[in-house]
């Protein structure tokens, strides 16, 4: 699903990744752990396409996604990764319905088939009493579950979770970790966590360490 070859990126005169090879099968749950500054995020935005390599390859689902430029690489971002992030990201001014149909408008996808599939897995998320609230009326877990639905509204083959956890207490993050297993097996979705709780690194497929910008 993932195949990543001599992958290197540089800031400047830093080098942060120095050929970065994995490869990830489809509905593998990996997490990638390793100390601040060995290089998990750089690796994770490169595999989202958020950011570009200086050199090597990128094969999502058999497509070679590194020369992809522009809106080409845009459509296929939205049509094939989701995204969770550390802080959610949500937009404060929509609702938690409105920000969870906001890929699939952005897709062009009809109007009311997302906003159907969005209540669907807000439903399956157990938000259905809260599709009308606000981040700001949400708490912590419930704005992290908001941002996993988002994440899946595309039918996306990758989902990337960048310390999605981080900013969870511990039960709404077990809770978190064990819903990313239940849509692996509900969705066969391939996840990549980049975390620093061992909890969840230890209990996915696979755990993945990165140090001084290679995979060890």
Known sequence: MIKVTELYKSYGILPVLKGVNLHIQKGEIVSIVGASGAGKTTLLQIMGTLDAPDKGSLKIDGQEVSGLKGRVLARFRNKNIGFVFQFHQLL???????????????????????????????????????????????????????AVARALINNPA??????????????????????????????????????????LARQSDRMLTIKDGVII
């Open 92 to 146: 404060p001014e929509f609702t938690a319905l409105e920000n969870v149909c906001m890929p699939g408008w952005i897709g062009g996808q009809n109007e009311a088939e997302v906003h159907n599939k969005a209540k669907d897995l807000l439903g399956f998320l157990g938000l259905n009493d809260r599709i009308s609230h606000k981040p700001s009326d949400l708490s912590g877990g419930e704005q992290q579950r908001v």
């Open 158 to 199: 990758v989902i990337l979770a960048d310390e999605p956890s981080g900013n969870l207490d511990s039960k709404a993050a077990e809770d978190l970790h064990q819903l990313f297993f239940k849509l692996r097996n509900e969705f066969h979705q391939t996840f990549v966590i980049v975390t620093h709780n061992q909890v």
